[in-house]
């Protein structure tokens, strides 16, 4: 089945510095998705990008499905983006969805 | 419009019991979507509803089922507890099918099993 990539695990930032978090994927999907999941395991979804660029206030996404990968920006970071950023794709032949590990942010005050 | 929500919020089992799980979709989506999050595996895809029919299941044993009613309303249900089956587990209401390129998924609060 599909591989779904995240890096990097792990991310400590200082308020107000940038960020890119990277998504891999093995094979061609139909979509992809950004979630946030906060400290309390609520999960929010922040883009449907199955291609193309997108953006929402301090945040931007970039795919590029003929090279596998998508990118999520996050500009001036802010204590409350703190959690675990996940990526999930469904792949060509559909039938499920599937989640990268996630990468973990931290924004220190 | 009111979010996805899940019921309970929190349960405790034990070995051997079996449990029914509850989620209300987002009024209008025909989708509801399952999935289990466990600190070892991640998030991991359960099943998939749609207009009451399972569209697809992702790879868990029998012992997980689930339904869903003409009002879109999901359940799940675990029969025979282990304690691997202690998770957080989200549901995920959408307007169309994930499937074949579906639509954006929204999540509930989920519920945290805890099997002793």
């Known amino acids: 089945g599909i591989q779904v990539e995240q890096s990097p695990p792990d991310l400590i930032l200082q308020e107000g510095a940038n960020s890119t978090l990277r998504c891999n994927f093995s094979?061609?999907?139909?979509?992809l998705q950004w979630f946030h999941q906060n400290p309390w395991g609520q999960l929010i979804n922040l883009f449907y990008?199955?291609?193309g660029t997108k953006q929402n206030g301090r945040l931007s996404a970039t795919t590029v499905a003929t090279e596998r990968y998508s990118l999520l920006y996050i500009s001036s970071s802010q204590t409350t983006d703190s959690g675990v950023y996940f990526c999930?794709?469904?792949?060509?032949?559909?039938?499920?969805?599937?989640f990268g590990a996630g990468t973990r942010l931290f924004v220190k005050a | 419009k009111a979010g996805v929500t899940q019921t309970p919020r929190y349960l405790i089992k034990t070995r051997g019991q079996q449990v029914t799980l509850s989620c209300s979709p987002i009024?209008?989506?025909?989708?509801v979507s399952w999935y289990q999050q466990t600190p070892g595996q991640g998030l991991q895809f359960l099943f998939e509803?749609?207009?009451?029919?399972?569209?697809n299941k992702g790879n868990f044993p029998g012992r997980f089922s689930g339904r869903q009613f003409s009002n879109s309303r999901s359940e799940m249900n675990v029969s025979t507890l282990e304690l691997g089956d202690s998770a957080l587990y989200l549901c995920?209401?959408?307007?169309?099918?994930?499937?074949?390129?579906?639509?954006?998924?929204?999540f509930g609060p989920g519920t945290r099993l805890t099997v002793l």
């Open positions: 995920a209401s959408s307007f169309g099918t994930v499937s074949f390129g579906g639509d954006t998924q929204y």
């Open positions: 094979d061609s999907v139909n979509n």
């Open positions: 990008i199955p291609s």
């Open positions: 999930a794709v469904e792949g060509a032949g559909g039938f499920k969805t599937i």
């Open positions: 009024s209008g989506h025909r989708s």
């Open positions: 509803y749609f207009s009451e029919t399972q569209r």
